[in-house]
């Protein structure tokens, strides 16, 4: 199994992630992003949308952090990552919609806006990011967890850019159910970190 990452890349390491807390060797094949190598030739054959992470399992190849999640869960994660009740299965989904809309556009655009000089309205971003986080903290009130009773890829696709945010100026400091959520999926066994954790 082969993922073309990049180490500084939330979705990329989403993928590590769930790999590591899987059990799963992957080879990491390293993009340079800056040097424009998503953009060759070669790897527009991988994925055409021109972005990591893309994954190869045996010549299965998977593009999209989201889809990639997916794909993980059902062929080696079971049930409890990704349900197949349809209750169950929604709950999930609505986190991963959470997660590609204020957590991507909001944190993770705001940390792309002040680690690397990217151009955007930063404070556009830490504000959507806020209402994220909001929305988090609420739900995590109730709960250990996002979609259920344990871990599922709802929590992955939405932590790293959370556990991120400080790097794009958002504190966690008025989100206490989000650190402690945070702290929980530290502790998950074969967790593995990445820069800025």
Do not use: H
Not at 25 to 33: G, I, M
Not at 65 to 89: F, H, N, R
């Amino acid at each position: 199994m082969k993922l073309y990452d990049m180490e500084l890349s939330g979705n990329c390491y989403k993928i590590r992630l769930f790999c590591a807390l899987l059990g799963l060797d992957c080879e990491s094949v390293a993009v340079d992003l800056f040097k424009g190598e998503q953009k060759s030739a070669a790897f527009l054959q991988l994925n055409p949308r021109g972005q990591v992470p893309v994954l190869d399992d045996g010549g299965t190849v998977v593009w999209d952090s989201m889809a990639i999640l997916v794909y993980l869960a059902k062929k080696y994660g079971g049930e409890s990552w990704l349900p197949g009740e349809a209750e169950a299965l929604a709950r999930v989904m609505q986190w991963l919609a959470l997660s590609e809309n204020e957590i991507l556009y909001g944190l993770a655009r705001a940390r792309v806006i002040k680690l690397f000089n990217r151009p955007g309205d930063l404070a556009q971003c830490q504000q959507l990011g806020k209402a994220g986080l909001a929305v988090l903290e609420s739900r995590l009130a109730n709960g250990s967890w996002l979609a259920g009773d344990g871990p599922t890829i709802a929590d992955i696709a939405c932590y790293p850019y959370v556990a991120l945010a400080p790097e794009g100026d958002v504190a966690l400091d008025d989100y206490p159910q989000v650190r402690q959520w945070i702290a929980r999926i530290q502790a998950l066994p074969g967790y593995v970190g990445m820069p800025g954790l």
